[in-house]
């Protein structure tokens, strides 16, 4: 099997080729309701059919489990997380901030992730041990610490933007892969989520993690993939720096509630 280096690298060229065929897609836009009330498009639909025989090439005896359905048995040692186009809706209507991720979750770990945004040149790779790269430049690591008031802070779900609303200034962008971008970035300081599945931010927590960040739930209990391995939404987490004065305390007794994991 290929080291997380080599797969990183394999992933990546797929996941950019991923955003072309999206790209080439929304030229001859389809929409269609999910079950939830949620969107999908052709595009979402065309760029998981590239991505799954190809990924399961490079890793032969892994499963796949992807947004828009597909999920193949594997041989227990390893599984892709696909979300073929993560901010649909901005997608859909014309916005720039979405973009192609796809994760490696190997004996329970992440390994290998890659997050592809076309419109903002953004593509960013990550591998376990070593670090996370945008555009083929290792970035720097995330600083430990405080966040300021006047820095900006993401959130998945607008009610957390009335909660935070006195701490630090919040944006909401629609898009975890935008929002795990800006935090590796630091374009954002931090970011909260929606309740999440795996597939949408493993990448995204792969780099965060690679660059010193912590992905944990808002009690401040780090999170664990392997708990999420199957299809249920995880509760909200905080991904960001370690050591920050994110207001921890601020969590209500039914958000904890809420964190006992699903068998």
Known sequence: ??????????????TLEGTRIALAERERL????KPDGSIVTNGDKAVEEFLVPRLLDLTPGAGVWGEEGTWTVCDGSGIWVID??????????GQH????????????KLAAGTIAMPQVEM?????????????????PDIPKGRIEPYQLVGHGSTKHI???ASFAKARHLGAFVAEAAYVCTQGLRAM????VK?????AGFLMVRELGGVVSYLDQTPFDEADWLHDARTPALYVGPVDSNFPFDAVTDAERESMVQAP
């Open 1 to 14: 099997m290929p080291s997380h280096a080599e797969l990183a690298t394999a992933l990546l060229d797929l």
């Open 30 to 33: 389809e929409i269609s309701l």
């Open 84 to 93: 073929p186009i993560d901010g649909t809706s901005n997608y859909a209507f």
């Open 97 to 108: 901030l979405w973009g192609v991720t796809v994760a490696y979750v190997h004996q329970g």
């Open 123 to 139: 593509s960013l790779v990550a591998w376990d041990g070593g670090g996370c790269h945008l555009n083929g430049k290792r970035l």
């Open 162 to 164: 009335q909660k935070y």
């Open 192 to 195: 909260t989520t929606n309740r």
């Open 198 to 202: 795996l597939y949408d931010a493993a």
